[in-house]
């Protein structure tokens, strides 16, 4: 059972760990996107997201905490005068973790660790509000239902018209023939 067990060791030593989270958090902030394994790329998120909460407040003191972990100069300059001002409104959540499949090698479970606010692709496509039903159909099969409700009229139409046609010749009484009213009698 892993009863308190918070940290993935990531089959590493505690120094080894810290520097492979450290690097990990660098490329991250400088190429804004980065592939690595799920499990790297979770264990990052929980090390990368306070950075980032500290980074939108832009004082020394909080510049020296973020570099005593990083330990990158050109990384905390990025981090506070480019992607603080980015992140200021957003209330956490500042990356995006996106399963790409299994690593060729190894069969590692490879993921995209990103930054959400530089996706362009994500951020650019507009929002839909979805309709909530309590039975979710499809639109294609509403439009197909639309248009196959359309044909199934005016099929129903033109043969109601056809029959009516019909019933009106064999109606029609030959001269000496008895005509039965609706009630069924004759005059």
């Known amino acids: 059972m892993r009863h308190g067990k918070k940290v993935n060791h990531l089959g590493r030593k505690a120094g080894h760990r810290r520097a492979l989270l450290a690097n990990l ?20 998120r929980k090390y990368v997201e306070p950075l980032l909460t500290k980074a939108k407040s832009n004082t020394t003191h909080n510049r020296r905490v973020v570099f005593s972990y990083l330990q990158n100069k050109e990384a905390i300059k990025e981090l506070f005068d480019d992607i603080g001002g980015r992140i200021a409104d957003r209330p956490g959540g500042y990356t995006r973790i996106l399963k790409i499949g299994f690593r060729q090698g190894d069969g590692a479970e490879m993921a995209i660790i990103e930054l959400v606010d530089y996706n362009q692709d994500m951020s650019a496509a507009p929002k839909q509000a979805k309709k909530k039903t309590r039975r979710s159909r499809s639109k294609k099969k509403d439009a197909s239902n639309a248009v196959a409700a359309e044909t199934t009229t005016e099929v129903v139409e033109e043969t109601t018209a056809e029959v009516v046609e019909e019933v009106q010749q064999t109606e029609t009484p030959e001269e000496g023939a008895p005509v039965e009213d609706a009630s069924g009698e004759e005059e």
């Open 25 to 44: 958090a660098v490329s991250l902030i400088t190429h804004k996107r980065i592939k690595t394994t799920v499990a790297k790329a979770k264990a990052l």
